[in-house]
C-alpha cells in the first residue's frame, strides 16, 4: 500500500465514523434534527432509531473502508469512494429523521406544551471574549513558511518538477501555500468571530444552566478550532517544505504530511464528543434560579431535512446546527450567502492559480 | 436576565418583551442604570425582528423605564428606588388594573384568590422597604 492509497483508506474510515457517532454528540432534545420535548426523550421510536442508525451507518463504514482497502491503487480512487459513504449515511439519517417525525406528528407531541424562546440578557452585557491569543500559533505558523519561502525562492530554479515529474513556476507554489494557510486561518478565526456574535444555543427550559455551559462550549470549541487551522497550516508549511526542496519524504513517510491535520481532526472530534453540542454533556447547573416554564419551540418547519437552516424572519447569520456539534449558516439571511460566495470565489481564485501554474 | 417569550402565543411579540422587562425591573433583576441588548442583539436572540425588539424598547421609552440612547444603548431609566411615579400616571394605572380585576371578577374567580394573587405577585417584587413593611406589616393594601 502506497502513501497515497493508505490517507486516502484512513480518511474513508474517520469520516465514516464520526459520521457514525454524529448522534452521540447532539442535544437530546433534537433527535436527528427533529425537536422533541423532554417528556418524549424516551420514546421507543427514538431509541429504535438510534440503534438502527449505528447499525447501519456501522456497516456503511466497513463496506468502504473495505472497497477502498481492495482497490489500493491510487489516494484520489480511494478518496472517490467518500461520496457514496456520504450518501449512504444520509440516506441513514433521513431514513430515522422521518420516522421520528411521522410518530411526532401522529402522536402531537407538542399538544398543549408552552412553547417559548429565552434569550438571556448577559450574553451582551457580559459577551464572551474571542480567545485572540489562540490565533498565535496560526499566524507563527504563517510567518515561519514566509521566511522560509523567502530564504529558499532566490535560490530555486524558474521551475519547480514534482514526484510525478510535472513542472511547475515556483510563483504559483510559493503564493498558493501562504495563500492556502491564510485563506484557513482567516476562515476559521471569521467565521468563530460570528459565532461569537450570534445567538447562544441554550435551552428553554433550563435557560440560565445551558447558557453557562454553552459558553464553556464556546470556550473549548473556539479553541480547538483556531488549534485545527494552526495544525492546517503546518502541513501546508510541510507541503511547502517539500515544493522548496528543503527536504523529500519518501514511500510511507509521505504520508505525514497529513499527520497535522489528522491530528487536528482527532481533537475536534474528541472535544464535541466530551462536551456535546452547545455543552450538553457539561456539568452547568445553577443554584439559586428556577426553570422556566415550557419547552423550547418546534421550529421544525425552518430546517430542510433537519441540517440546512432557513429562516428569513430570523436576523442571525448562523445558528447551532441541528445533528452533530458546531454551526450552520441561516440561508434565509442574504449575509449568509455573502459569506458562502467570498468561500466559493477564493477557492475559485486558487482553482485559477493552479490551472495557470499547470497544477 | 432571562427574557422569554411565545412567538406562537396570542400576546404580540413587542408586548411579550416590554411585559418581560417591566417584570424584571419590578423583581430587581434590571435595576436603575443596568443596560439591556441593543435592539439588534436582543432580536438576533430571540429569533425575532429587530422592528419587533424596537417596538418593544420604544414602549418602554415612553413609559419612562428606558432611555435610548446612540452611545448609550438601552438603560433602564427609573426603578422602585426611584421615588413616586410621574404626575397622573398612578391614576391611568388604576383604571387598567381595575379592567383586569374586573376580568378575574367577570369569570368568577373568587375575591379571596384574587388578593391572594396579587399578594404573591408583590412578594416576588422589589419594592423600597418602607412600602414592602407597609404591606406586610399592615395586612393587604388591596
Redesign the interface.
Known sequence: MNAGSLSGTLTVLVVGALMCVAPATGRPALQFGVRVPRDRLGAPVIRKERRAYYWRTAAVVICCTAAALAIDSNGWVTRIILLPEFAANLVCFLAARRKITAVKNADHWFAGQ????????????DPPRFPVRWLVPALAVVAATVVVGALRYPGLPAHLVTGSGRRLSKTAVSVLVVAGQLYITTLCSGLMLIVY????DIE?AD??ASTLRYRRFLAAYSRAVLTVAALADTTLLLVGLREWQVYAPAGPGRALLALPVAAGVLLLSTVALRTGQGGSKLNGNVRG?GR?A?CD?DDDRFWKAGLVYV?R????VMAAARFGAGWTLNLGNPAAWLIIGGIFAAWAGFIVIGVLAGI | MLLSIEPDGPVPIYQQIRDRIVEAIAGGRQPAGSALPSTRQLAVDLGVNFHTVNKGYDLLRQEGLLRLGRKSGAVVRRDADSGPPDPGWAQDWAGRLRTLLAEAAAQGLPAAEIVRECQAAIAEFAFPDAVADGVNGSGSPL
Not at chain 1, 408552552?114 to 452585557?125: C, E, F, G, K, L
Not at chain 1, 456574535?197 to 447562544?200: A, E, H, Q
Open positions: 408552552r412553547q417559548t424562546v429565552v434569550a438571556d440578557t448577559s450574553w451582551r452585557t456574535r450570534s445567538r447562544p428553554a435557560a440560565a434560579i422556566a415550557g419551540r429562516n424572519d430570523d436576523p442571525s
